[in-house]
């Protein structure tokens, strides 16, 4: 993937951190990203569901949730998610601290997302101990990112480890008002037996920002 990514940069404008060549429309969506700052959810609805190796949920729990509990230590989520990984805000591949490190490109696919027409853009996230792969869907008109997906292609350690792949969509009603209001987490193999996964969908509502204005979504 990542060979593939490299050898379709030498074709198409990436869009790179300060220093490298930058596409305008990705930039668009980091300009984006800078001016919704502070956005903060108010809560999260959690919902966990387990699969069996046929795609039929065997069990499900769901459960409303304030981000008070990840911070005095509980782990809603159950041993087998880390449960700071359900706190997403800020942390998209448009945020500008993270653009040293993000390469992307545009597929030339276009698509409805959302009830939005968008380009599909495919990125690499050289993180710390781990390199993420995915594509982003950028609204055509604004340039106001609507989705990403994206799975971890290597790990620093050569532990076995589940595969995750996480889908996160953004809302938004303008440039001044964009923010994650759901993000959907597929866990395989690892720490499961006979074939089941877990699917974890959690929604965010009642965002508050540094005015103390409220956004329900």
Known sequence: MILS???ACAKFPCA?????IEDP????????????KGWVPGFRVLKIE????HG????SEEALLDFMSTENGDAPAGSYVDPSSLDIVGKSPFEPEFQKAISAYPTGETNNVEGKQCIMYEYVWQREDTVLTGTAWLEQETGIPVKTEFSENERAKAEVSPRQHVTVVFWS??????????MIMEIEAGFLVFGRSVRITVDYGDYIKQN?????S
């Open 16 to 20: 790179r951190g300060r220093g490298g």
């Open 173 to 182: 009603e303008s440039y001044d008002a964009w923010f994650p209001k759901r």
């Open 5 to 7: 990514i490299a050898s």
């Open 25 to 36: 429309f990705w930039q668009k969506a980091v300009e984006v990203a800078q001016a919704n």
């Open 212 to 216: 103390n204005s409220i956004i329900s």
């Open 56 to 59: 039929k949920v065997e069990q």
């Open 50 to 53: 387990i699969i069996d190796k």
